[in-house]
């Protein structure tokens, strides 16, 4: 939170939007999806004043992890296509591979599995075997990636955030 508030009061844009993109991660992490919500739509508009077009592209990729946890299938497909298009666009080819997985994930837990076996090919195509293998697996349920935090660490957390 001191960087956070280093960078606010330095006037240094670019640091507050990284704080506020790390910042709307561990709000989504806790499940707070409204402040999470806030954190990262701020780095979005602050991406734009400073026309950060790669930050562009990490605030969509948080945005759809938020709208996927929230249910809102439409929001969370046009959240990682305005991503994967950013990234494209900036030459970011390993964030393309990664939100492409992510998106092909999001297809199979939503029953589209046709789509997913499409994308989780492409990607297949150029990145490690390994790597797909984990995806595909998570998205069949049988691994357990999200991590369980106790109250005391869900308390201790929450005292480096902003209230």
């Not at 990284?18 to 991406?47: F, K, P, Q, S, V």
């Amino acid at each position: 939170m001191r960087s956070y508030d280093l960078a606010s009061r330095c006037g240094d844009r670019l640091g507050l939007a990284i704080n506020c993109n790390n910042i709307g991660d561990c709000y989504t992490t806790l499940g707070d999806l409204t402040r999470a919500e806030e954190y990262l739509t701020r780095y979005l508009e602050i991406n734009e004043i400073i026309a950060n077009r790669l930050g562009n592209g990490y605030a969509y990729y948080g945005l759809a992890s938020l709208a996927r946890k929230r249910g809102e299938t439409d929001k969370t497909e046009d959240y990682y296509r305005r991503a994967i298009q950013i990234y494209d666009e900036v030459g970011s080819s390993r964030m393309v591979l990664d939100v492409k997985l992510s998106l092909a994930t999001f297809y199979a837990e939503t029953g589209r599995e046709e789509e997913a076996e499409e994308l989780f090919a492409e990607v297949h195509e150029v990145m490690d075997e390994k790597e797909t293998v984990i995806y595909r697996l998570n998205a069949l349920g049988l691994t357990a990636r999200r991590r369980r935090f106790t109250v005391g660490e869900r308390e201790r957390i929450r005292t480096f955030l902003p209230r």
